[in-house]
């Protein structure tokens, strides 16, 4: 069920928005279509794509065809977004790198990523055990790189969307793995709706 | 959270209307331009008035209540009091701290625009601005548009909207280059929240975030000069002034809360030398202000903007009247915004409250 989405990153070439847009959306109608979200383009495919304008003026200019790109170790890009949209409408999205070979949900904690939601204090989730089902996210790209489901998820999102994993649960690929996902937090409390 | 109904931004500046705005900002007495104005844009929502000093402001109102209060001649918002409960009762709270000066108004929320090629000259100084247009659904929403050119020669048309909504309040900032060469702006939306006391001020959103300490950029309208921010503080008590970096440095905020009983003066945001990379980890776009002794707090959102700066005043706060408060706002400040000819730059703060 790949998503297909095409995305211009906040921080990327387009200009950012000032806060009431330009769109009119219905009043009262909270679900909106959801505008794009960027990920840079992977090593060794050329140019970056996310060209934060400002940084260009003191960076040489990175020339696709130009030499060899400094080697770096095997990562996988996450953009992880908000349920709130932003006032303008733009999704809020962070983007953070780890390494693979980790459960989801250590890569979101020890990047601050808010995982749990309300259910953030002591005691309100079984950290990490698989029991409480608080841990929900749903995956928009980049599904593949994760464990299969197993037992425990199973069970826990019976009644779910299949998109959506437990991040305690879920594996994202092997230490040596490199990709891309894009990854919505705290579903149940999303407001948008992600094109198919 | 009910979502406002957003207003479309850049309504079309009807000819009529904006010639009346410019006519209005020569050498005209402060009552005739308030009436003109008042003819040419006041509707149900926005009143055009003159404040203590006798400058011109104009006056949004919704139909909860909510107030914010704008002086026009350079865009600094002196007033914003929403409808709020607190202590078991509606009431509405003042949220910016303003300071009457010898001859005008300082603090609130107020816009930076330098220049940052030229040695930070601002490239707002001396550029008259006017009343652009205005818009408003009548209830709950009402929007007022100042514009003005900038820079050298008038190259630049900036725009600077003003939108108070029900639980929030907007400022937004658009930037075109109409000239032929690019310019280099660093640019910031600097806020001055009220808090009830100094000890119970903190704000939430930082933790994982690198910040290093900073001045403010220089602007007309701040409380506290760059000098007089950076300034430390002598250590307390218990020795405690040691512990902001250097300027230059970065550290990690490691606390949830980051409290601000001290004086501090910093930009949360990534550092320049990781935005060269190719993916790096983006800063929050938004932070709660938490006041312990009213409970109330204040979520500050920031778009198009790449840095958040962060400042208080510690123990100077006495020299600005009884209430302690921080200078924040989302900025442009350590890797200056480049707008080639032709181009357009955007950036916009929202403050907003669920404090219903």
């Known amino acids: 069920m790949a998503a297909t989405l095409q995305f211009i990153s906040l921080l990327g070439t387009s200009s950012p928005h000032p806060a009431p847009s330009c769109s009119s959306t219905t009043t009262g109608n909270e679900k909106q279509q959801l505008r794009s979200v960027h990920l840079p383009r992977q090593q060794g495919r050329g140019r970056r794509l996310r060209v934060a304008r400002a940084v260009e003026t003191d960076a040489p200019s990175a020339d696709p065809e130009a030499a060899v790109e400094p080697v770096e170790p095997p990562s996988v890009d996450f953009a992880f977004v908000s349920p709130r949209l932003l006032p303008d409408g733009t999704p809020d999205v962070v983007y953070r790198t780890a390494c693979g070979g980790q459960k989801l949900r250590d890569i979101m904690l020890e990047g601050y990523i808010d995982l749990y939601g309300p259910y953030d204090k002591p005691l309100s989730n079984c950290s990490g055990g698989g029991e409480c089902g608080t841990c929900m996210v749903e995956v928009i790209e980049g599904g593949e790189m994760l464990s299969p489901k197993n037992e425990v998820e199973k069970e826990k999102l019976r009644r779910k969307p299949k998109s959506w994993r437990l991040a305690c649960q879920a594996t994202v690929g092997k230490p040596d793995s490199t990709g891309q996902m894009i990854i919505q937090q705290l579903p149940e409390w999303k407001i948008h709706e992600w094109e198919k | ?356």
């Open chain 2, 1 to 356: 959270m009910a979502a406002a109904s957003f207003l479309p931004l850049h309504l079309p500046a009807s000819p009529r209307l904006a010639t009346i705005a410019r006519a209005a900002s020569g050498v005209v007495p402060a009552a005739v331009q308030t009436s003109q104005l008042e003819e040419a844009f006041g509707r149900k929502g926005l009143k055009f008035g003159t404040d203590a000093t006798g400058a011109p402001t104009a006056e949004l109102s919704v139909r909860n209540g909510s107030s914010l209060q704008v002086r026009l001649n350079d865009g600094l918002v002196t007033s914003y009091r929403p409808k709020v409960y607190w202590k078991d009762e509606l009431s509405y709270r003042e949220v910016l701290h303003t300071v009457a000066g010898a001859d005008a108004v300082k603090g609130g929320v107020g816009l930076v625009l330098n220049d940052a090629s030229s040695s930070s000259t601002s490239l707002l100084a001396g550029s008259e601005w006017s009343v652009t247009d205005a818009d408003s659904d009548s209830y709950d929403a009402v929007q007022v548009e100042l514009g003005c050119s900038a820079g050298k020669g008038g190259t630049l048309e900036v725009s600077y909207v003003v939108t108070l909504y029900e639980l929030s309040m907007a400022t937004a900032v658009i930037v075109k280059n109409n000239g032929s060469k690019p310019v280099e702006l660093t640019s910031a939306v600097l806020s001055h929240i009220r808090f009830d006391k100094r000890r119970g001020t903190a704000v939430e959103g930082f933790q994982g975030c690198p910040y290093c300490s900073h001045p403010p950029p220089a602007s007309g309208f701040a409380l506290l000069t760059p000098a007089e921010a950076m300034k430390r503080e002598e250590s307390g008590w218990f020795g405690g002034g040691g512990e902001e970096p250097r300027q230059g440095a970065w550290t990690v905020e490691e606390n949830l809360y980051t409290v601000l009983k001290k004086k501090v003066s910093r930009v949360y945001a990534a550092p320049p030398e990781e935005r060269k990379k190719r993916i790096y980890n983006t800063a929050p776009s938004k932070f709660t202000t938490i006041d312990q002794y009213s409970g109330l707090g204040f979520r500050l959102i920031k778009m198009g903007f790449e840095d958040m700066y962060l400042s208080s005043p510690g123990g100077m706060y006495e020299k600005f009247g009884d209430d302690y408060f921080l200078c924040t706002g989302p900025a442009s400040i350590l890797v200056p915004v480049v707008v080639g000819p032709g181009e357009e730059w955007r950036g916009a703060q929202v403050i907003e409250h669920d404090n219903l």
